[in-house]
């Protein structure tokens, strides 16, 4: 760390940790394009030299780390979001790369060209309506939007539902790829105010 003209020594530094590996007979892999399958639950990526042997895959989009990810081949990779690839209004490019089985520390990134990018436009399809709960809430609100559980789940402080300025929390158990499902706050009524008086 440096500040100013003068540098200092951090705490904790482990520079073993700091592994790189230089391939000297093969090219690194890199992403052609990416594409959003129909399920809205898989991204596909093409491109050359993913490694098949010797090292897993892991992928993220929108921040969100993918649930599976299966390589298909030295050109194709597919990355699985158990509740769903996650919304996107703008065209974003999701990342790829590989880990090493060998060693936890070996990881090599997929270079992403600047066109592979998708865009995942939420899509609401359908709400809870004429929803009856008592005022201590607990009930159940549906949205159906292919994805939106994704986000809701990896980050709740910046992805949320509220009702009457209420947080609807989100049920992770109770939520799909398609329907992301929240709980109803407890809301204060005239009635409840009334009847429930605490002193």
Partial sequence: MKVGSTSYACANTATANCQYEQLTTAAFPAVASVSLASTSTQIVFTGTNFFTTGYTANAAF????ASSVSIDSSTQVTATWAKGVPVSASARSPAL?????????LLHYA???STATLTNVMSLTQSSTAVSCSFAGGCLYSISAP???SLLASSSSENNI??????CSYSDTDSTASVAQCKLPAMSTVYSNANYLIA
């Fill in 62 to 65: 929108m921040g969100v780390p």
């Fill in 97 to 105: 790369y590989f880990k090493s089985t060998s060693s936890s520390d």
């Fill in 111 to 113: 270079s992403i060209a």
């Fill in 147 to 149: 994805g939106l559980s």
């Fill in 162 to 167: 509220t009702v009457c300025d209420n947080l």
